[in-house]
């Protein structure tokens, strides 16, 4: 084995990733949002961003993992190097990340309209076979992130070690992170101000025609009064035309289980759905408590608490109460303002907050859960880079790929498509990349680069 191999190119996905960035517009609208007057860089900070988004997707978990990208240059030209990177993020301020959001919002309305005008039209979420549409689905939660001590903003967290706590709201529909907030890691989860200030952020990420109907789910660990009212009230919007929902985990006391017990006692109990069939689960069961739960004047209108009960996992035996372990089924409560649709069909839309976990999880390992610098602000910057990594992939998917590489993870993603070496020829002043004629991925890679080639350039 030897390294003096010449003409070979790794990681040839990094050229769809690249290219499609520039197609929709998203390499223009990062130059022009961190522009400084009287500042020309050698390299420019919006291809940077971009370049430093197409590492991550490839798989870089750190700033120096940039250098993947060099190893292409003589595709891509001149590449940032890793302390010119550095440079770029420290030299992005709250300014500056508010512009980057502005300039991701305005690329994404583009990449919306191109996905309403594909033939199946854009994605809707679907429950037990049952499409929600015309609704944008957003699901917010947390995640905790270690740190050492010596970091900005590295404190105690509820689940006792040093770390910060990361908002994250992402779109069911889509698969795209919307908003991801970097907050000390004492902020509470069910602190209302950060949860709408991250639902907000998410919610100006969309065009106009996907904001009027929105679905907000949240598990209890956000559960607050000022939240719900901000969503029921369409955060202030007085327009009709906006019909917002919530679906958020709903705390359960003494008197929701006094609801419960009466709820077995009277056999008020409906057949929940989840079967492996798709159809009912036998052992698990949903009421709507409403009634129930005496007084609830002081909520929305049309707020509905429904609860369910299955068989107690031995997971949740040390969290359960004494009712669950003598029934040996563990009982949950949510809450909604859905006016319509059967409780069955409420629940089961809300147990798919659940996409929201693996969703985190790939992102964690996506470069996420390494913060690169002792500055929180620098963090932030590094935090929005991994956004744009999310996007950058759910675009790629939804737009050039088919069938099942449409839905697959980062993982399965890297190995079929993204990290496929390939071959540099020149000649008759063009340079083709020659991938592996044996390579089970080859067409829908070269179907990919067609399509991105074939995008209409933003207006």
């Not at 961190?34 to 919006?46: Q, S, Y």
């Amino acid at each position: 084995m030897s390294g003096d191999g010449k003409g070979q190119v790794g990681h040839v996905g990094g050229v769809h990733l690249r290219l499609l960035a520039e197609r929709t517009g998203l390499t223009g609208a990062l130059s022009v949002a961190l522009e400084r007057p009287g500042f020309v860089p050698v390299h420019d900070r919006g291809q940077v961003m971009v370049d430093l988004a197409v590492a991550i997707t490839l798989g870089a978990t750190c700033i120096r993992d940039i250098r993947l990208l060099e190893h292409q240059r003589p595709v891509f030209g001149p590449v940032a190097s890793f302390p010119t990177v550095w440079r770029a993020l420290k030299e992005v301020d709250a300014l500056g990340l508010r512009r980057i959001e502005r300039a991701r919002a305005a690329v994404r309305r583009h990449v919306y309209g191109l996905l309403r005008d594909r033939p199946e039209g854009f994605p809707e979420v679907e429950v037990e076979g049952v499409p929600l549409t015309g609704w944008t689905v957003i699901d917010s939660d947390g995640t905790l992130i270690a740190a050492p001590s010596e970091k900005q903003g590295a404190h105690g967290t509820y689940k006792g070690f040093l770390g910060h706590h990361v908002f994250v709201a992402t779109c069911d529909n889509t698969g795209e992170e919307l908003a991801a907030v970097l907050h000390p890691g004492n902020v509470s989860a069910n602190d209302a101000a950060v949860n709408i200030d991250v639902l907000a952020r998410a919610v100006a990420q969309l065009p106009w025609w996907r904001r009027q109907k929105i679905l907000f789910r949240v598990d209890g660990a956000g559960f607050s009064h000022q939240l719900i009212n901000w969503i029921a009230s369409a955060g202030g919007r007085a327009s009709a035309t906006f019909r917002w929902e919530y679906s958020i985990g709903w705390s359960f006391t003494e008197r929701e289980q006094a609801a419960i017990e009466l709820c077995d006692s009277n056999n008020l109990w409906q057949p929940a759905g989840g079967g492996s069939d798709g159809g009912v689960r036998e052992d698990a069961f949903v009421a709507d408590i409403t009634g129930l739960l005496g007084d609830l004047t002081g909520w929305p209108r049309h707020h509905r608490v429904i609860a369910r009960k299955e068989p107690l996992h031995p997971r949740y035996v040390k969290d359960a109460s004494p009712y669950e372990v003598d029934k040996q089924m563990r009982c949950q409560t949510f809450a909604t303002n859905s006016r319509r649709g059967q409780i069955a069909h409420l629940d089961g839309r809300h147990r798919k907050h659940a996409r929201v976990e693996p969703k985190i999880r790939d992102q964690k390992a996506s470069g996420m859960s390494l913060l690169p610098s002792r500055e929180m602000s620098v963090n932030a910057v590094w935090l929005t880079a991994t956004a744009l990594a999310a996007d950058l992939r759910a675009w790629f998917q939804l737009l050039t790929l088919d069938g099942e590489n449409t839905k697959a993870t980062p993982k399965t993603l890297r190995y079929r498509i993204l990290h496929v070496p390939a071959r540099l020829v020149r000649g008759q002043r063009k340079r083709r990349l020659k991938l592996p004629d044996t390579w089970p991925w080859a067409k829908a890679i070269i179907t990919a680069f067609q399509r991105i080639l074939a995008l209409p350039h933003p207006t």
